[in-house]
């Protein structure tokens, strides 16, 4: 298997820029995570998909991050416009199991997202 | 509220020696589940154990273990006979029912040759 796939790896932007990030889970796996990891705040969960829904996007930080999930083996994450404070690493993770197991989760390599 | 604090920020031991990551924890839930990942160089995490609230037992895979003492609040981590490819950033996270997965901020280990 492929593992969890993201696109770009490295993306540098200037502030005001609209920037996407892809995913594309394991194949056959059910719930989809993006999470983003800075220095100050450490690695948080942004929000996390079950079957292409949207089940809790409570760790978005603001409406200028919108994520969506059209289909099984696709997600992005969108931030419009993008700010300094932006900058991070932001990983996909997807997961086979439910409940107790969710979180036994196959992450992506990350995204290096860069706001000048 | 949760918390999760791993208070070493990093260790450095030399190859072949055991070490031992702490992790203590908050919840006032009586229904959680503790995990640790592993962070290597190339950056992607990856998942090493997870434990519920109700099992208190140790578990041991290979060279890694992990206590589990309810009483203090712990879910320590421990690496025996340590390996260069050990070095990594290891995270240990929280989940409780009522609330979204919290990671502590993390303990960077270097393992010397």
């Known amino acids: 298997d492929a593992g969890v796939i993201q696109s770009p790896r490295h993306e540098v932007t200037e502030m005001g820029q609209e920037v996407t990030l892809r995913c594309k889970p394991i194949s056959g796996h059910d719930y989809l995570f993006w999470y983003r990891q800075t220095m100050m705040r450490g690695l948080e969960l942004l929000i996390y998909f079950n079957n292409n829904v949207p089940i809790d996007d409570s760790g978005m930080p603001e409406d200028r991050f919108s994520a969506k999930m059209p289909n099984a083996s696709f997600s992005t994450l969108k931030i419009q416009p993008s700010e300094p404070r932006d900058s991070a690493v932001y990983f996909c993770?997807?997961?086979?199991?439910?409940?107790?197991?969710?979180?036994?989760?196959?992450f992506g390599p990350g995204t290096r997202l860069t706001v000048t | 509220a949760q918390k999760v604090t791993q208070a070493q920020t990093e260790i450095s031991v030399v190859e072949k020696e055991d070490v031992t990551l702490d992790c203590v924890y908050e919840?006032?839930?009586?229904?959680?589940?503790l995990f640790w990942y592993k962070q290597p160089p190339s950056g992607e995490l990856v998942f090493l154990i997870r434990r519920n609230s109700f099992d208190e037992q140790n578990e041991i895979s290979g060279r890694y273990s992990w206590n589990f003492q309810k009483s203090t609040s712990s879910f320590n981590f421990t690496i025996t006979a340590s390996q260069v490819v050990d070095s990594a950033v290891y995270f240990c996270?929280?989940?409780?029912?009522?609330?979204?997965?919290?990671f502590g901020s993390g303990t960077r280990l270097s393992i010397r040759p």
């Open positions: 919840t006032r839930d009586t229904t959680y589940y």
């Open positions: 993770a997807s997961s086979l199991k439910a409940g107790a197991y969710l979180y036994e989760q196959y």
């Open positions: 996270a929280l989940k409780s029912s009522a609330s979204k997965i919290i």
